[in-house]
């Protein structure tokens, strides 16, 4: 459950914090009381009696307390004959507390006190950072079900009472006064507000809402009131969805951290090879002293703190970006791979259209007469063209008119009596009924997949109405920047070719598949698998459910009120189509971010190592522990900063009309 994980990771965040803040505290002495950093700084220590052993002492309890958590985690790797990450710190730190012991009880001239507190202090700091980070990606919503009111508004008969949240059920009516958040999932019935759901979907604008609208628990109504009917409640509610599949994401295993942990299991085993030839050389040199400093100097260089940082970082980093911009990444693997694709899929009806039918055109001498009858006729009528029709003479602002005994004619259409007169709306079944010829205009209507209703006012035609699925104004905009990013762009649908045809052509699609039915989509996925391309499909979730699995990497789009879509890999909250593009950005950012970040933590060390055996004595450059350590710290801190710049990320097109949120 998405609370266990939250407790487990506020548990470790918790434990290298404090352990962390301790540390500091312990290692800020032992570096002022140190030597080395005197001489560099110029300042001269205090000759106080016992003074001297200050730095062993409080470097051991930094050892002990700091440490420890790594060496636990070093008895775990190597109890599961898995040597990695955990196994090469507490190598370097256990080489380093000995060789300062060494030191201090005059075994030989070393002083790395500073250096075992620094290298332990900056170790927490780097795992504190990490937790946090993955811990933040997961509570950013995870808070959204704190953000929801204990109590809700339920309308009554006699008006309304206070009832807390699991007293609701599904059919129930909520009232959301202005400034209130919505409780539940459901749709409103009643009242219009404009609403803030950017902790949902990170949509910056408020969205206005009104009847047959849906609303999302947790969204914030602003400037006035909405009576919201209960269609869901407890894990079935979006906010529920988000969070599992947001704990799904911080589960789910990475390609790219593998290949981190690898990494350190196979620096482990340089590490200690290396340290092992160093110490025989050199002993065999004659420099009993130096074989030793050197080859604790190898293995403390060895310790691959920027490697540890180098993915995880990135990872947290990502998915918390993606989730605040409502890109939810169920399975990391997904997008690690859609860096890689070659065709992205869209699923028509519902992702590159809105899914419902809107009044395109009217053919008539006197169009809003003609729309003002339409909408006479239709207005009793549920039927989704009906609907489409009295919407569009509302947002026109034609006058309304009244009619009476309407009746519907099943699969041809409908009448009614508008001012005296019968009037109908109806397909070609009606007119052949009639016998009556269609408009000109028809057939063009008809060859470009439009549905035609023709208006007839007492057996006479006086014009008609094409009606079309209305494709949503941000698909062409996606299509465009897919193609910029050297990607081909397909399209699945069960319409007819004429159809599919004319939606790719105004979308400037590249490939089409028509007339598929749902249970084949899977099957028309494959087809375009072939060949070894890498395939992305994007849908709705519903009837897409097969192809989503099919594909290389499953999309689920629009999906913040059906967040039950278990069948993707990455789920977008809004129902907007360019969010794909912003996933295939975070995939290559995210990408880029790891390589760079892998090869200067591999890197340092391949050329750290060397220098550190003495390799380059020969022509005077040497590596005293002191400065490997330093350099081993800072480039933690660059791999560090590296991985926040992927916070510059802009996933989704600048929006000059919305205002900056904080």
Same mark, same amino acid.
């Given at each position: ?87 090469? /710190? ?21 002083? /790395?006190?500073?250096?075992l507190a620094t290298l332990i202090t900056i170790m927490l700091l780097g795992h504190w950072l990490e937790m946090r980070s993955i811990a933040q990606a997961r509570g950013a919503l995870a808070a959204l079900a704190e953000l929801l009111p204990d109590t809700a508004e339920r309308v009554t008969d006699t008006g309304t009472e206070s009832v807390p949240l699991d007293a609701l059920g599904v059919g129930d009516m909520v009232l959301v006064r202005p400034g209130g958040r919505v409780p539940v999932d459901g749709e409103v ?111 403390? /260089? ?42 992205? /899929? ?195 979730? &519903? ?27 990455? &789920? ?22 790891m390589i760079q970040n892998l090869v200067w933590a591999t890197g340092y060390n391949i050329v750290a190592i060397p220098i550190a055996a003495g390799v380059l004595v020969g022509w005077g450059i040497d590596l005293p522990m002191a400065v490997g350590a330093i350099a081993m710290s800072a480039s933690t801190i660059i791999v560090a900063a590296n991985a926040q710049l992927l916070r510059g990320l802009r996933l989704r097109p600048a929006d000059p009309s919305a205002p900056e949120r904080a």
């Amino acid at each position: 459950m998405p609370g266990g994980h939250d407790k487990h990771a506020g548990h470790s965040v918790a434990m290298f914090r404090d352990r962390f803040w301790l540390s500091l505290l312990l290692t800020v002495p032992v570096v002022l009381l140190s030597h080395d950093v005197a001489g560099l700084v110029g300042y001269e220590l205090p000759m106080l009696p016992g003074l001297e052993f200050a730095p062993a002492v409080l470097g051991t309890a930094v050892f002990l307390y700091g440490g420890l958590v790594f060496l636990r985690g070093a008895v775990g790797e190597l109890g599961a004959r898995q040597p990695g990450m955990m196994t090469l /710190i507490s190598l370097a730190i256990v080489v380093a507390f000995l060789t300062s012991w060494a030191g201090t009880l005059g075994l030989f001239e070393v002083e /790395i006190w500073w250096e075992l507190a620094t290298l332990i202090t900056i170790m927490l700091l780097g795992h504190w950072l990490e937790m946090r980070s993955i811990a933040q990606a997961r509570g950013a919503l995870a808070a959204l079900a704190e953000l929801l009111p204990d109590t809700a508004e339920r309308v009554t008969d006699t008006g309304t009472e206070s009832v807390p949240l699991d007293a609701l059920g599904v059919g129930d009516m909520v009232l959301v006064r202005p400034g209130g958040r919505v409780p539940v999932d459901g749709e409103v019935v009643g009242g219009t507000a404009d609403v803030d759901e950017s902790m949902v979907t990170g949509e910056s604008r408020a969205v206005p809402k009104g009847p047959g609208d849906r609303g999302v628990a947790g969204t914030v109504a602003v400037g006035g009131s909405l009576r919201v009917r209960v269609t869901a409640v407890g894990a079935e509610t979006t906010l529920s969805g988000i969070m599992r599949l947001v704990a799904a994401a911080q589960a789910s295993a990475s390609r790219a951290q593998d290949l981190a942990d690898r990494a350190a299991a196979l620096l482990f085993y340089i590490a200690v090879g290396a340290g092992l030839i160093t110490v025989t050389v050199w002993w065999l040199l004659g420099d009993r002293e130096g074989a030793l400093v050197r080859a604790a100097t190898v293995l403390v /260089i060895a310790c691959p703190h920027a490697l540890g940082l180098a993915i995880p970082l990135v990872i947290a980093i990502s998915t918390s970006l993606g989730a605040r911009n409502g890109l939810l990444v169920k399975r990391r693997l997904a997008l690690e791979r859609a860096r890689e694709l070659d065709v992205v /899929i869209f699923d028509k009806t519902g992702t590159l259209t809105r899914g419902q039918p809107v009044v395109a055109e009217v053919a008539a001498e006197a169009e809003a007469a003609v729309l003002a009858l339409a909408a006479a006729v239709e207005s009793d009528s549920e039927h989704p063209l009906a609907r489409a029709i009295v919407a569009a003479a509302a947002e026109r602002g034609v006058e309304s008119l009244a009619g009476h005994d309407f009746e519907s004619l099943a699969g041809r259409g409908a009448r009614a009596v508008v001012d005296g007169r019968p009037i109908a709306v109806g397909g070609p079944r009606l007119l052949d009924e009639l016998g009556l010829a269609a408009v000109p205009q028809a057939a063009r209507w008809a060859d470009e997949g439009r549905t035609v209703l023709h208006v007839i006012d007492d057996g006479r035609i006086v014009g008609a109405i094409a009606l079309e699925d209305e494709i949503r104004p941000e698909s062409r905009e996606a299509v465009e920047r897919l193609h910029a990013m050297g990607l081909n762009v397909a399209m699945i649908t069960g319409d007819a070719q004429s159809v599919a045809d004319s939606v790719a052509r105004r979308l400037g699609i590249d490939e089409v598949a028509a007339q598929v039915l749902p249970a084949d989509k899977a099957e028309a996925v494959q087809r375009f698998q072939a060949g070894g391309r890498r395939v992305a499909m994007v849908g709705d979730g &519903v009837n897409a459910a097969p192809a989503l699995v099919t594909a290389d990497v499953g999309i689920a789009i629009g999906a913040g009120t059906d967040v039950a879509v278990e069948s993707a890999d990455i &789920v977008l909250v809004r129902s907007d189509p360019r969010d794909v593009v912003g996933a295939i950005e975070l995939s290559r950012a995210s990408y880029r971010k790891m390589i760079q970040n892998l090869v200067w933590a591999t890197g340092y060390n391949i050329v750290a190592i060397p220098i550190a055996a003495g390799v380059l004595v020969g022509w005077g450059i040497d590596l005293p522990m002191a400065v490997g350590a330093i350099a081993m710290s800072a480039s933690t801190i660059i791999v560090a900063a590296n991985a926040q710049l992927l916070r510059g990320l802009r996933l989704r097109p600048a929006d000059p009309s919305a205002p900056e949120r904080a």
